[in-house]
């Protein structure tokens, strides 16, 4: 009997190109594992209301088990006929146990289980991915540790503005990760939420407990609404979200990779693992890996965007648009997984050149120390702040740095400056004076190592 599942009605063929554009399995397949483990839930839960017996539902189980592993092992031959990995599977289950198959699906639709497949799938990935974030900040944390003594210039609009501590601009990076941790671990109880039960639309007959459902299943909560449990797809589209301002702050921290590796800064260099060469320019090493992890953030926002667009202006409940949450989905776990690996992989591998982060330091970026020092003689701060420019614009006009400058000079710009200038010309010394929290001081950068390193924790 080659016939769909939902053949009853039906009279003529489905068109060859339709059927084409209709069937999902060659993408949700992926989800096989989690659809198996809904079924042999639900099973348990017609069993409880009479609609199985405790045979009959050893042998759904039983059943539903070799197809799963019919999947693992790679054997699981798939059918002209399948559309989706839901009907798949309930095919090949009443290959294996007969009609008895075609009970399991009693009270069930696709639409309650394919959102509980969803969630359930999005629920194990959610923790790969938060392993592997983790993994990322604990890289970046060892490395803060090991390197606070090396000093740089901090940048704003790109130009030297104060010198800071490298571990510091580390971290700055690592709090943008663990603020993206805290949101991943927020949104569980969001994705939580169990729909099996609320069947097609108006909810399930034959009075299955939910609640037993959703512990079976793990879940944290029951969808309290049967439309909104099978049309809801907001648990989707927060996942992307999240995603896309992950691969926000991986590309932002890419882009100052990608800066400080040119030769012209020459502040790091990849290690060869993660760079390629050039087709024709023998000498080149680019940094690839931290391209693709700014341009990936780039295709994540698009299936973010794009899956909104879909949601937008859909009638309530089940309408088959919702097909076109899977490779969105799926798109981006995959992207983020592996850029959280490559992250990992190039700041654990690359070299840091503290040298060439010394030498960049010029002492016009003690400019405001200066300005500092005065305002510590009882000056107000607004005219240090000019004083310190006109010893900037003097010590420019000579082409020489601001330390060249004499005792004479400063003098003839305010009197209150004595031979105890020379100290403010100690990169060291301008960022152990920040020592407020949140400052670059080795105080406050290990203070965000510890801060960091608990939260890892949990
Ligand atoms: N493959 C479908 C999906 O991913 C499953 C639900 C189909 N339900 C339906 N009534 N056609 O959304």
């Not at 639900?42 to 070799?66: C, M, P, R, W």
Request: proline share 3%.
């Amino acid at each position: 009997t080659k016939q769909k599942l939902w053949g009853g009605r039906f009279t003529g063929k489905t068109d060859p190109l339709m059927h084409e554009f209709n069937q999902s399995l060659r993408y949700d397949k992926r989800m096989y594992a989690a659809d198996i483990t809904g079924s042999i839930a639900y099973a348990k839960a017609l069993t409880k209301v009479g609609i199985l017996t405790a045979d009959e539902e050893q042998k759904i189980a039983s059943g539903l088990q070799t197809v799963g592993k019919e999947w693992e092992d790679g054997v699981f031959s798939i059918k002209e006929d399948d559309e989706d990995i839901h009907t798949a599977n309930e095919r090949r289950l009443s290959e294996l146990i007969g009609p008895l198959g075609g009970k399991l699906h009693t009270g069930r639709s696709r639409n309650d289980q394919v959102a509980t497949d969803m969630r359930l799938w999005l629920l194990g990935e959610v923790k790969e991915v938060e392993s592997g974030l983790k993994d990322l900040i604990r890289v970046m944390v060892e490395r803060a540790d090991k390197e606070k003594d090396i000093i740089l210039p901090g940048y704003t609009h790109l130009q030297r503005g104060q010198p800071i501590r490298w571990s510091h601009l580390l971290l700055s990076h690592a709090f943008s990760f663990h603020a993206d941790l805290q949101r991943l671990q927020q949104l569980i109880p969001r994705v939580s939420v169990l729909p099996l039960g609320c069947g097609a639309l108006a909810g399930n007959p034959f009075v299955v407990d939910r609640e037993f459902l959703a512990k079976e299943l793990g879940f944290q909560s029951v969808a309290e609404n049967s439309l909104w449990g099978v049309g809801d797809r907001d648990f989707i589209v927060e996942f992307l979200m999240w995603a896309s301002l992950t691969m926000t702050h991986i590309s932002r921290m890419a882009e100052d990779l990608v800066i400080y590796s040119t030769a012209e800064f020459g502040f790091v260099t990849l290690s060869d693992a993660y760079s390629t060469g050039s087709s024709i320019m023998p000498q080149k090493k680019n940094p690839d890996s931290l391209e693709l992890l700014r341009g990936k953030s780039g295709r994540v926002f698009g299936n973010m965007a794009g899956f909104l667009m879909t949601l937008k202006g859909l009638p309530s409940t089940y309408n088959k648009d919702l097909q076109e949450d899977k490779e969105p989905l799926f798109d981006a776990v995959d992207t983020i997984s592996a850029s959280l690996k490559i992250a990992e992989g190039v700041i654990a591998t690359m070299e840091v050149h503290s040298d060439k982060m010394r030498q960049a330091l010029t002492m016009d970026v003690l400019a405001t120390d200066l300005a500092d020092y005065l305002v510590r003689k009882g000056i107000p701060f607004r005219e240090t702040h000019h004083i310190s420019g006109r010893a900037v614009a003097l010590a420019e006009s000579r082409k020489c740095q601001l330390n060249d400058l004499t005792l004479q000079d400063y003098q003839q710009l305010n009197e209150k400056f004595t031979d105890d200038i020379h100290s403010v010309f100690d990169f060291e010394a301008s960022v152990e004076r920040r020592e407020s929290i949140g400052g670059t001081s080795k105080k406050m950068v290990e203070r965000q190592i510890s801060v960091l390193r608990a939260s890892l924790a949990n």
